[in-house]
């Protein structure tokens, strides 16, 4: 009978850690509500976007069939036609936070669309004259590699992932020698960073590097005197109306992770997505030149092929990822601000649409954003339908 007991009361313990959260998977489509964030809503039943499509995608994320995703944000014309919040696992940059019920204000980990960030302030940076040219080397900054290898790479390639420093990045997350972990982990990550050797010469190879973006924020602030968070606050956060953002450190440094560190809303990534497709321009103001957000979407390098990880092929931009898509014969560019974990905003720019997701699969091979927008939102959209 004791035995029995023990049992008994362990078995919630051991329901526990197989944590099966059960949800309805009821869904029926409601109108996103207006707040004075500038962000124009309305109803996606008159946006020429197939509604039952939507609705059975929704559902499909309910029940976990498009496993873990946090939140899901279209934009068509301008306008917030579908904005949704998902409960699921979660994490504050490595720190696991268990399962979260997911608001319109919930901070988030973005991760890598933090890369995509720092771009943009390294365009508000040059529009300012705090830097005078992309094609600069970086010597320029970093006067102690003058007569090194390294001393040759521009800003432009730094921003294009084609610095040539060697880096072992994706498909190692969680491991020691992650070069990201290594970063994170010293106490002059800038140095670190540096002293790589050339694994290719600059300009010439693609390769993913969370140093480079390090790299790029350490200009802002040898030209700036702001660490990259202060600076973004000031000339990026403030004018887009974003009030509520976190910055995660390096674990050593009190220095921002400027590669994967920004916390932040769906609705602010939508403004900052907004941002882009309004070349620039947020309420009137010009807070990027149109030429910068032009030049950050083209393909400047292809990337090398990442199918294992189910990235699709396709090239790279101002830290901003480029493909192609084929929907009932239409050719769709799509430029990509993407995190690792499911974190990405969507550019279509020949359909007028953004779309923000934001997810809990970190370290994981995941492809639930690219699913949801190409096979689900895309197909949707009855231009498309259309031959």
């Given at each position: 009978?004791?035995?029995?007991?023990?049992?008994?009361?362990?078995?919630?313990?051991?329901?526990?850690?197989?944590?099966?959260?059960?949800?309805?998977?009821?869904?029926?489509?409601?109108?996103?509500?207006?707040?004075?964030?500038?962000?124009?809503?309305?109803?996606?039943?008159?946006?020429?976007?197939?509604?039952?499509?939507?609705?059975?995608?929704?559902?499909?994320?309910?029940?976990?069939?498009?496993?873990?995703?946090?939140?899901?944000?279209?934009?068509?014309?301008?306008?917030?036609?579908?904005?949704?919040?998902?409960?699921?696992?979660?994490?504050?940059?490595?720190?696991?936070?268990?399962?979260?019920?997911?608001?319109?204000?919930?901070?988030?980990?973005?991760?890598?669309?933090?890369?995509?960030?720092?771009?943009?302030?390294?365009?508000?940076?040059?529009?300012?004259?705090?830097?005078?040219?992309?094609?600069?080397?970086i010597?320029?900054?970093?006067?102690?590699?003058k007569?090194?290898?390294?001393?040759?790479?521009?800003?432009?390639?730094?921003?294009?992932?084609?610095?040539?420093?060697?880096?072992?990045?994706?498909?190692?997350?969680?491991?020691?020698?992650?070069?990201?972990?290594?970063?994170?982990?010293?106490?002059?990550?800038?140095?670190?960073?540096?002293?790589?050797p050339?694994?290719?010469?600059?300009?010439?190879?693609?390769?993913?590097?969370?140093?480079?973006?390090?790299?790029?924020?350490?200009?802002?602030?040898?030209?700036?005197?702001?660490?990259?968070?202060?600076?973004?606050?000031?000339?990026?956060?403030?004018?887009?109306?974003?009030?509520?953002?976190?910055?995660?450190?390096?674990t050593?440094?009190?220095?921002?992770?400027?590669?994967?560190?920004?916390?932040?809303?769906?609705?602010?990534l939508?403004?900052?997505?907004?941002?882009?497709?309004?070349?620039?321009?947020?309420?009137?103001?010009?807070?990027?030149?149109?030429?910068?957000?032009?030049?950050?979407?083209?393909?400047?390098?292809?990337?090398?092929?990442?199918?294992?990880?189910?990235?699709?092929?396709?090239?790279?931009?101002?830290?901003?990822?480029?493909?192609?898509d084929?929907?009932n014969?239409h050719?769709?560019?799509?430029?990509?601000?993407?995190?690792?974990?499911?974190?990405?905003?969507?550019?279509?720019?020949?359909?007028?649409?953004?779309?923000v997701?934001?997810?809990?699969?970190?370290?994981?091979?995941?492809?639930?954003?690219?699913?949801?927008?190409?096979?689900?939102?895309?197909?949707?959209?009855?231009?498309?339908?259309?031959r």
């Amino acid at each position: 009978m004791r035995n029995i007991i023990i049992i008994f009361m362990a078995l919630p313990v051991l329901l526990g850690c197989g944590h099966m959260h059960k949800r309805s998977s009821d869904y029926y489509y409601r109108q996103p509500l207006q707040y004075n964030d500038g962000i124009r809503v309305a109803n996606l039943n008159k946006s020429g976007i197939d509604s039952t499509q939507i609705i059975r995608l929704t559902k499909l994320i309910l029940n976990d069939s498009l496993r873990n995703v946090h939140s899901l944000l279209i934009l068509k014309d301008g306008q917030l036609i579908y904005e949704n919040y998902f409960a699921g696992k979660d994490q504050n940059h490595g720190k696991r936070l268990g399962y979260i019920h997911h608001t319109v204000n919930q901070l988030h980990d973005v991760r890598s669309i933090s890369k995509s960030i720092v771009s943009a302030c390294i365009g508000i940076a040059l529009k300012n004259k705090m830097i005078g040219s992309i094609d600069e080397p970086i010597y320029k900054y970093f006067p102690e590699i003058k007569d090194s290898p390294a001393g040759t790479i521009t800003v432009r390639q730094l921003l294009t992932m084609t610095s040539g420093l060697e880096w072992d990045e994706i498909g190692s997350y969680g491991s020691f020698f992650n070069s990201e972990t290594q970063m994170h982990l010293r106490f002059n990550p800038i140095r670190y960073i540096l002293k790589k050797p050339l694994a290719a010469k600059p300009g010439t190879q693609w390769n993913y590097s969370g140093g480079n973006t390090q790299l790029l924020a350490e200009i802002i602030y040898k030209t700036s005197g702001m660490r990259i968070d202060e600076f973004a606050e000031k000339f990026l956060f403030k004018p887009l109306g974003i009030k509520r953002y976190q910055w995660v450190n390096l674990t050593l440094k009190k220095i921002p992770a400027a590669a994967s560190g920004l916390r932040t809303t769906s609705r602010d990534l939508l403004k900052f997505g907004l941002l882009y497709m309004n070349n620039g321009k947020w309420n009137d103001k010009q807070i990027l030149d149109s030429s910068w957000t032009n030049e950050s979407f083209i393909s400047h390098i292809k990337r090398t092929n990442l199918e294992k990880y189910k990235i699709k092929d396709g090239g790279y931009g101002y830290q901003f990822w480029q493909y192609t898509d084929a929907i009932n014969g239409h050719t769709i560019e799509i430029t990509e601000a993407k995190g690792n974990g499911g974190q990405s905003i969507f550019f279509c720019k020949s359909l007028n649409l953004v779309v923000v997701t934001t997810g809990g699969n970190y370290n994981q091979v995941n492809d639930n954003p690219y699913v949801i927008l190409s096979e689900y939102i895309l197909t949707s959209i009855q231009q498309l339908k259309e031959r």
